[in-house]
T-cell receptor, first 116, second 119 residues
Framework: AQTVTQSQPEMSVQEAETVTLSCTYDTSENNYYLFWYKQPPSRQMILVIRQEAYKQQNATENRFSVNFQKAAKSFSLKISDSQLGDTAMYFCAFMKRSFGNEKLTFGTGTRLTIIP | GAGVSQSPRYKVAKRGQDVALRCDPISGHVSLFWYQQALGQGPEFLTYFQNEAQLDKSGLPSDRFFAERPEGSVSTLKIQRTQQEDSAVYLC?????????????????FGPGTRLTVL
């Protein structure tokens, strides 16, 4: 079974600053995907960024980038030039690469507040 | 529709009542997932459908929980004889599971959820 750990329940940062959210995971699988999802107060979960474990290059999406360390089983999210709209719960999630059930295993989340 | 929709958005039930929660996935999405999110927690997997086939129901917490997707599109999660511990947000997600541009598109798109409160 897979587990995902997010050790920072809450974080806050000034607008325009950079913030890094931590995530570690435990798995015996070699082929998998990792995701960061954002859940604003309205509760609809939105995909922020994904990483395929077989790719060494870290994924980037505009202001969002990850630091994927496969050997350490670490997958942190960096948000640059933070904006008020980034205020939300952020969940790290694991998906085993499978032709069957590609269910997500989530961490407990980090509540991020961007301070004006 | 453009995204995953769920209804009702809010449901209050008295303990012992049966409830039915509906999910309309993105049109054409093969995979459909149900998750349960307790207050202050991350979502936890309940069950998975590929078209109309329920391939995994290992996350359903008891035999009071039942899900179906009879025509491979809309899905219903039914909870019989609700208990207070069933209070949570129930999230539905769909995925296309297609290969395009040399990339597997397996991202899950989530609905807004149904907040169930059992009194």
């Amino acid at each position: 079974a897979q587990t995902v750990t997010q050790s920072q329940p809450e974080m806050s940062v000034q607008e325009a600053e950079t913030v890094t959210l931590s995530c570690t995971y435990d798995t015996s699988e070699n082929n998998y995907y990792l995701f960061w999802y954002k859940q604003p107060p309205s509760r609809q979960m939105i995909l922020v960024i994904r990483q395929e474990a077989y790719k060494q290059q870290n994924a980037t999406e505009n202001r969002f980038s990850v630091n994927f360390q496969k050997a350490a089983k670490s997958f942190s999210l960096k948000i640059s030039d933070s904006q008020l709209g980034d205020t939300a719960m952020y969940f790290c999630a694991f998906m085993k690469r499978s032709f069957g059930n590609e269910k997500l295993t989530f961490g407990t989340g980090t509540r991020l507040t961007i301070i004006p | 529709g453009a995204g995953v929709s769920q209804s009702p958005r809010y449901k209050v039930a008295k303990r012992g009542q049966d409830v039915a929660l509906r999910c309309d996935p993105i049109s054409g999405h093969v995979s459909l997932f149900w998750y349960q999110q307790a207050l202050g927690q991350g979502p936890e997997f309940l069950t998975y459908f590929q078209n109309e086939a329920q391939l995994d129901k290992s996350g359903l917490p008891s035999d009071r929980f039942f899900a179906e997707r009879p025509e491979g599109s809309v899905s219903t999660l039914k909870i019989q004889r609700t208990q207070q511990e069933d209070s949570a947000v129930y999230l539905c997600a769909s995925s296309s599971r297609r290969l395009a541009g040399g990339r597997v598109h397996n991202e899950q798109f989530f609905g807004p959820g149904t907040r169930l409160t059992v009194l």
